[in-house]
């Protein structure tokens, strides 16, 4: 299985070389040069399998000869032993009672860092540091992050040989939870670095700096963020074990920032995954709502919301759901991807939209209908939901299918990551698990810079000469 770059101008590289570089050196996304296909059959039989079986069967083939079959056991093994639930990704059917019987939430929170994240980023940072192992030298991580990122990343790569990670959050502006889940982390190979400014400050940081070619050479710099294939790879397998569930292809409904998440849909589709419709949900920052249901892409101001792991103003992942849209038009991409980063605006061509619409849907949701949301499901199944996944819950209570067409809501975080949304909804306060709470009481670690440029590349540069 060899990779190839949406804009064309990059060699095929294998899934271990796309693994540790990312992006692809003509600014592109990686996807791979033919999709694996899955037999109706084969699809048939992953029904009620362990998560981690059907995991290696659909990773296998995306990595092809990159890794052994007992090295992606051991690494899938070692994943999600650390989740709280055994079945990984359950299934839950929303109460009777709610008169929604065909509705489902799928449970992506169980993970050490209690959001959807950790699923992708658990397996990603035992492969990464098992192919860079091989190839030899080290990596510097840089990451910014508005809160759940952050996290997920650390969990996964923390205490991890050759790694530093340097992770960047907006000084004052990521939650309690989310803040100490970052900096109680007894891993010396992290450094937390709060920024004096906000999100984007942050975000324009790493960016510069992985734009200094000279210096992020000589670090080895990369990134784990949505753009790295290997979590679209990683999040299309609960795709799998959801969908195979139903006799009837569902709905899945999901709640999208950056299009990662539901790209993955995508992904599985294109393995053979029998879908009736990827219906994307957004928050007010609704960028992807208007491109689909416009057919114009164009970037807004990100406006702070209730569901903050959802507050952008690109949507990264888009790029190659139109490649694939266009026919895998590489030139197509380069032209329209150009004209978006002088612009921020392009139009849709009728037969890319046609080919988008024939698997996603959209819809938008703000900060009240939120809300109402949760204290809706609360008050009909005395159950909490994060903002996130109300977001999506939203959507598919407004969704009109017929009764027999399952409705499956991915819920992204759990609800004791976003306490305030969910108490001013429904009075409660959600209960932090346990394991979670003990692990937040550590010493906290974190160091404070200015939102320059060059104060962030000096630390990062005295921290690789004396950790
Ligand atoms: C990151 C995140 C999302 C959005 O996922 P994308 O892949 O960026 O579309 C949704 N919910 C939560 C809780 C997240 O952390």
């Not at 659909?58 to 990595?63: A, D, F, R, T």
């Not at 109460?95 to 209690?114: D, I, K, R």
């Not at 990451?143 to 996964?156: K, L, P, R, Y």
């Not at 006799?247 to 998440?261: A, K, Q």
Request: net charge negative; charged share 20%; hydrophobic share 45%.
């Amino acid at each position: 299985m060899r990779y190839l770059s949406t804009r064309g101008h990059s060699p095929l590289i294998s899934f271990a070389d796309m693994l540790l570089a990312g992006l692809a050196p003509d600014g592109g996304l990686y996807l791979p040069e033919v999709w694996p296909r899955f037999s109706p059959l084969e699809i048939a039989n992953f029904k009620g399998r362990p998560y981690g079986e059907v995991a290696e069967i659909v990773l296998g083939e995306l990595i092809g000869d990159s890794f052994s079959r007992e090295e992606l056991q051991a690494d899938i093994a070692a994943a999600y032993g650390s989740f709280s639930d055994p079945r990984i990704a359950p299934l839950s059917q929303i109460a009777p009672g709610s008169n929604q019987s065909g509705l489902y939430l799928l449970e992506l929170f169980h993970g050490p860092t209690l959001a959807f994240k950790d699923v992708a980023l658990q397996i990603l940072g035992r492969l990464f540091a098992r192919a860079l192992k091989r190839k030899g030298g080290r990596a510097t991580v840089l990451a910014a992050t508005s809160g759940d990122t952050g996290s997920a990343a650390i969990a996964a790569l923390g205490g991890l040989e050759n790694i530093e990670v340097f992770v960047l959050h907006p000084k004052g502006r990521v939650s309690e939870v989310q803040r100490r889940q970052m900096t109680t982390t007894p891993f010396t190979n992290v450094h937390n670095i709060a920024i004096e400014g906000s999100f984007d400050d942050a975000q324009a940081i790493v960016k510069d700096l992985f734009a200094e070619t000279a210096f992020a050479r000589a670090v080895n710099l990369t990134a784990v963020n949505s753009i790295n294939f290997a979590r679209i790879a990683a999040q299309a397998v609960y795709y799998f074990t959801a969908a195979s569930a139903f006799d009837v292809p569902p709905v899945f409904v999901v709640p999208t920032g950056n299009f990662g998440d539901v790209f993955a849909g995508e992904a599985a589709m294109r393995m053979g995954l029998p879908v009736d419709t990827l219906l994307v949900a957004t928050n007010a920052n609704d960028i992807m709502a208007r491109a689909l249901n416009e057919g114009v892409y164009e970037a807004g101001k990100a406006e702070p919301t209730l569901s903050p792991s959802m507050d952008i103003q690109v949507a990264s992942n888009f790029e190659r759901a139109l490649f694939e849209a266009s026919g895998r038009d590489a030139r197509f991409i380069r032209r329209e991807m150009g004209l978006f980063a002088e612009t921020k605006r392009i139009t849709l061509p009728d037969d890319v939209r046609a080919a988008l619409a024939e698997r996603y849907a959209a819809a938008r949701c703000d900060d009240a209908e939120t809300l109402a949301t949760i204290a809706r499901f609360y008050k009909e199944t005395g159950r909490l939901i994060d903002p996130h996944t109300a977001v999506a819950l939203t959507a598919a209570y407004n969704l009109d299918v017929p009764e027999k067409v399952p409705v499956v809501v991915l819920s992204t975080a759990h609800p004791a990551k976003f306490p305030a949304a969910v108490e001013q909804a429904s009075g409660q306060i959600p209960e932090l698990p346990p394991r979670l709470k003990a692990a937040l009481e550590g010493e906290e670690k974190c160091h404070l810079l200015g939102a320059e440029k060059a104060l962030v590349r000096g630390f990062i540069e005295a921290k690789l000469r004396t950790p």
